[in-house]
């Protein structure tokens, strides 16, 4: 009989180590075996052999499989727990899909692949040969890179190459999508230009399936592809030669929920681990990643042409002032000009988009009449208006002061901005438009549409005017759309947050980007209440280099990452004065116990009232990261915490 600490996957695991189990088995160190856990089995790995302990034990239910986990996943798991502490079961469950406990009723296929014979691929333009010989060039010295690629430049046809060369290696290949639903699309294209079994791996498969594609995975052999969402990254791969991170600028690459890993993080450390080749691929690469690409020396790889000629390159960008009420006859959101671009559009029958900004429910205190917008002195973000207190606050430090009644800058008594929401759009529409067929969808609200259900109604032309605050998904053509309105273009309105400019930049390409490429000429309308700010502007002229100035001297001015690393601390209580007593509380605490911190706050989040509970924050910034992990261990259990959040809502 030996002795076995493992390591059990379950989110109702809360111990801190390793539990020790009996086997009559002889079993290697990474072995994934079924062990019971209170009055369950679930899945778990074998970490090391132990001796015989004083308290009896359990004994482990089965193998699971015969390989091992690979030594660097092993490594991985070791490293998540240190950089990203959450309680250990939740950690482990990252690694091992749940289904894992089913015993298969036949034995899983070996992952194969696809295409007899590889699609022949595009030629390389020119602008691609020169970044792949860069990337050949470079590849002793450095084994990261930046490919900072226009949309349409050919992304994936780098990829694609890379791939090939890692496979003649006989190495293996990872791929990152920021979303499942684009994850098909990719894997057509991976198994249809490359001879290797190509998986797909991510939650939304069925269990039995997800078990049987992590059993294929594992005892793969030779080089395979596996395409998926961030939880790709804990695929039992062996011997990865190239990581490709796409979209890497994607707010979904980082996990909301315990451990809150951030996938670059995580894909950077993977790489090491196999010292493999890592590519981050965008066209509008996160300010903090541009900026530690920079310090750190990793190569900038820039593509700018568009790989195939668009017929309509240039689209035509209408802006739109809101404060200009003169151009608003009609409807106080729904200006004069998009009015009458939506009527060409449906005299054409081409479709339109019709775009809010996200979170723009949050009542700001802006001027109507000459821009003018209450701001924080503090963190420079906009202060969000209190209706039960009549004060204005900052979501992030807690800086508070009277409402004015007047605008400090013209008198106007005109400032108190609410956005409209997508049903009060979406109804004045219809009632201009009474023939046109209009849809609603937003990401926000579960209740209402979500653009997947309507998918073929939408592709096919059938919708005639779309409503939303969800960009539609970058896979998705639509080869009759030709407009797209935007209410609010201000990021201020968007959110008050440090990213809220970075998200607007992205937003903003990525409208300006889809229109040029329709099957049409491409007409936008924005409407904005700061036709000069530097985020549109530099937009309009995919000036990237312009908004990365400006943007990072803000987060250096105020604080932000990439200068600081931040820890948010919450802490929920049955009323408003008891949460906002526990925030200070804590901060009292942590204030007497010498961390190299600043704590900002304490401060209501922006959610401010959820799950019948008030929410108050705390902001902990440190130059040395360290400072914050010893924080976290220090934290009572009742206090909720996110490290390297990347937002402040
Ligand atoms: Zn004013
Ligand atoms: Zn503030």
Redesign the pocket.
């Known amino acids: 009989m030996g002795f076995y600490k493992v390591l059990p996957s379950s989110l109702r695991y809360h111990g801190q180590d390793a539990l020790t189990y009996s086997s009559s088995d002889q079993l290697s160190i990474g072995s994934v075996v079924v062990v019971p856990l209170q009055k369950q089995e679930v899945p778990g790995i074998v970490v090391s052999k132990d001796t015989k302990p004083q308290f009896a034990t359990r004994s482990i239910i089965r193998v699971v499989s015969p390989d091992p986990l690979p030594p660097a996943l092993l490594d991985l798991l070791k490293w998540i727990r240190n950089y990203y502490p959450a309680p250990l079961g939740s950690i482990n469950s990252q690694f091992l899909p749940s289904s894992l406990v089913q015993t298969p009723k036949k034995e899983p296929e070996p992952v194969k692949s696809r295409a007899k014979r590889p699609h022949p691929l595009p030629n390389l333009t020119t602008e691609q040969k020169t970044v792949l010989k860069t990337i050949a060039g470079q590849a002793k010295s450095g084994s990261s890179w930046l490919l900072h690629g226009e949309t349409g430049s050919g992304k994936t046809r780098i990829y694609l190459e890379l791939a090939k060369q890692t496979m003649s290696e006989g190495k293996s290949v990872l791929v990152l999508t920021p979303e499942i639903g684009l994850v098909p699309q990719l894997a057509g294209v991976f198994s249809g230009a490359l001879e290797a079994p190509v998986s797909v791996f991510h939650s939304n498969l069925a269990p039995a399936t997800r078990r049987d594609t992590w059993t294929g995975i594992l005892q793969n052999k030779g080089p395979q592809v596996v395409i998926g969402p961030r939880s790709a990254l804990f695929s039992p791969m062996k011997n990865i030669g190239l990581i490709v991170v796409d979209e890497a600028h994607e707010p979904s690459y980082k996990q909301e929920q315990a451990p809150h890993y951030h996938a670059l993080r995580v894909a950077a450390k993977l790489a090491e681990l196999h010292k493999a080749k890592l590519i981050t691929g965008s066209a509008t690469p996160g300010v903090g990643e541009y900026y530690f690409a920079i310090a750190k020396n990793i190569p900038i790889l820039r593509m700018e042409k568009l790989a195939i000629d668009s017929p309509h390159p240039k689209p035509d960008i209408e802006v739109v002032n809101l404060r200009d009420r003169k151009t608003f006859t009609r409807h106080p959101y729904l200006s004069d000009a998009l009015l009458k671009a939506l009527q060409a559009t449906l005299n054409s029958n081409e479709q339109a988009l019709v775009f809010l900004n996200r979170r723009g429910s949050a009542r700001l205190v802006l001027c109507q009449n000459c821009g003018w917008q209450a701001t924080?002195p503090?963190?420079n973000?906009p202060l969000t208006y209190h209706h039960d207190s009549h004060l204005l606050r900052?979501h992030?430090?807690g800086?508070k002061q009277t409402t004015p009644t007047r605008c400090p800058s013209c008198n106007s008594t005109d400032i108190l901005f609410k956005s409209a929401g997508t049903k009060a759009i979406a109804e004045a529409l219809g009632s201009m438009f009474p023939k046109a067929t209009i849809r609603r969808f937003d990401t926000d609200n579960s209740a209402t549409e979500k653009l997947e259900k309507h998918y073929e109604a939408i592709v096919k032309g059938d919708v005639d005017i779309l409503v939303g605050t969800q960009m539609l998904g970058k896979g998705l053509d639509l080869p009759n759309l030709s407009l797209i309105g935007v209410i609010n273009a201000d990021s201020s309105l968007q959110f008050p947050d440090f990213t809220a400019e970075e998200r607007t930049y992205q937003l903003l390409y990525q409208i300006i980007g889809r229109i040029g490429r329709g099957h049409k000429p491409g007409h936008a309308v924005i409407q904005t209440f700061q036709p000069a700010g530097p985020s549109l502007q530099a937009a309009i002229k995919k000036d990237w280099g312009a908004f990365y100035e400006a943007e990072i001297e803000q987060r250096r001015k105020f604080g932000f990452p990439p200068f600081y690393h931040i820890l948010r601390l919450s802490v929920a209580r049955k009323t408003q004065k008891t949460a906002e007593l526990a925030a200070t509380d804590l901060r009292h605490k942590l204030g007497a116990d010498h961390y190299k911190i600043q704590i900002v706050g304490p401060s209501p989040a922006f959610y401010e009232k959820s799950r019948g509970s008030f929410h108050w924050q705390l902001v902990i910034k440190a130059k040395d990261r360290a400072e914050l992990l010893k924080i976290i261990a220090s934290l009572p259990a009742s206090c909720k915490y996110d490290i390297d959040p990347i937002n402040l809502l």
């Open positions: 924080c503090v963190c973000l900052c992030t430090c800086y």
